[in-house]
């Protein structure tokens, strides 16, 4: 329902700005990565995502779709000949850098065996 909400948001404001105009022009190509973006990108990556919170944590599937943009900057890379640069790097680094600090426990078991979570 939101994502048909949103979808018909823009369509109002494309078609009140006269940027929908620009579709007549598209070609098939043009078509069929729309497409692919919408159906791929957008509605299966949401039913993914909801099949995927039944199944486990949050945490963990938040984490899977993290990796997306670093998937899309390396493939990126290979694809279309993207340039390694100093930001790509430091974005990676910066999305592995979370992933890690999403995923790593920071209870701690004493002696007695109680567990407790670290303070910084």
Not at 12 to 40: D, K, M, P, S
Not at 44 to 57: C, D, G, K, Q, S
Not at 60 to 68: D, G, I, R
Not at 97 to 113: C, H, Q, Y
Request: no cysteine; net charge neutral.
């Amino acid at each position: 329902m939101g994502m048909g909400a949103g979808a018909a948001m823009l369509i109002a404001v494309g078609a009140l700005t006269g940027r929908v105009a620009v579709l007549a022009e598209f070609n098939a190509a043009q078509w069929a990565a729309g497409a692919y973006l919408g159906i791929g990108g957008g509605a299966a990556a949401f039913i993914l995502w909801v099949m995927a919170l039944e199944r486990t944590t949050p945490t963990l599937v938040a984490n899977t779709m993290t990796v997306n943009p670093i998937a899309a900057g390396l493939l990126a890379t290979q694809l279309v000949g993207e340039p390694i640069t100093l930001n790509l790097l430091i974005g990676l680094s910066a999305v592995f850098a979370g992933i890690w600090i999403s995923t790593t426990d920071t209870t701690t078991v004493s002696k007695s065996g109680a567990k407790y979570a670290r303070s910084s």
